[in-house]
């Protein structure tokens, strides 16, 4: 309404627009806020999209205000445009074929190496939180040089996670799993 101009109109609106935009604001920077405490892999996407969402904001307040439509037009940018960047972070995380690309993955091939190949699914999935020592410890990861687990807690925690170790159960295949095993079971001799 903003938009097309219709001023009775806007003032009826964004009274009654005003409280649930107030909440989901709220939502966005609650949310936010858990995400940089919970997650450790947030990078330099994370960092614009809290810019564009910070910058949503007064945008939108300033331009109900005034009236501006072309600020309105902004701040509605920059939150679709904070979404969309959510929306390819979400996807990036849990893409691991392009962080394994270089190792070789077949069993069947002659220089395979199972250690490598865990280390490269590791890297990819795990270090965010356990480093790629094993002993970052974010999240509340617990430190995977000190861990005693058999060979069977290890693939249970990693299919069915643990606290904030989300599980995994499906994501990875047989030969993967033994590769992460090993590769998990390689901290605690380095
Ligand atoms: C989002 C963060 C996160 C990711 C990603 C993650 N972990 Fe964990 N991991 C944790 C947390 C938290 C714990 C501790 C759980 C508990 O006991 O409370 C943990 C515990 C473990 C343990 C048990 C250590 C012990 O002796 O108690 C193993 C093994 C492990 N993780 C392996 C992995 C592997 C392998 C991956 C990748 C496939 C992985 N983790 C990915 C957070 C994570």
Redesign the pocket.
């Known amino acids: 309404m903003l938009l097309i101009g219709s001023t009775g109109g806007l003032v009826k609106f964004s009274k009654f627009i005003r409280i649930p935009e107030m909440v989901i604001s709220l939502l966005f920077l609650v949310t936010g806020g858990f995400m940089v405490m919970h997650v450790a892999n947030f990078g330099f996407l994370f960092v614009v999209k809290l810019v564009f969402v910070l910058a949503a904001i007064p945008t939108a307040i300033i331009a109900f205000r005034k009236e501006k439509k072309l600020l309105g037009l902004i701040s509605l940018l920059l939150l679709f445009g904070a979404y969309g960047l959510a929306e390819i972070h979400k996807s990036q995380f849990g893409n691991r074929k392009a962080f394994t690309e270089e190792v070789i993955t077949s069993p069947d091939a002659s220089n395979y190496d199972l250690s490598l190949h865990g280390k490269a699914l ?1 890297n990819a ?2 270090a ?3 480093g790629t020592d094993g002993s970052a410890g974010l ?4 430190n ?1 040089k000190k ?3 058999t060979n069977e807690q ?1 693939l249970d ?2 299919n069915h996670g ?5 599980p ?1 159960e499906g994501k990875y295949d047989e030969q993967e799993l033994k590769a ?1 095993v090993k590769y ?1 079971k390689e901290f605690r001799i380095q």
Do not use: E, R
């Open positions: 590791f999935q795990c965010v939180c356990h999240s509340g990861a617990k995977l861990s005693q687990m290890i925690i990693i643990k606290n904030t170790m989300p995994m992460l998990v």
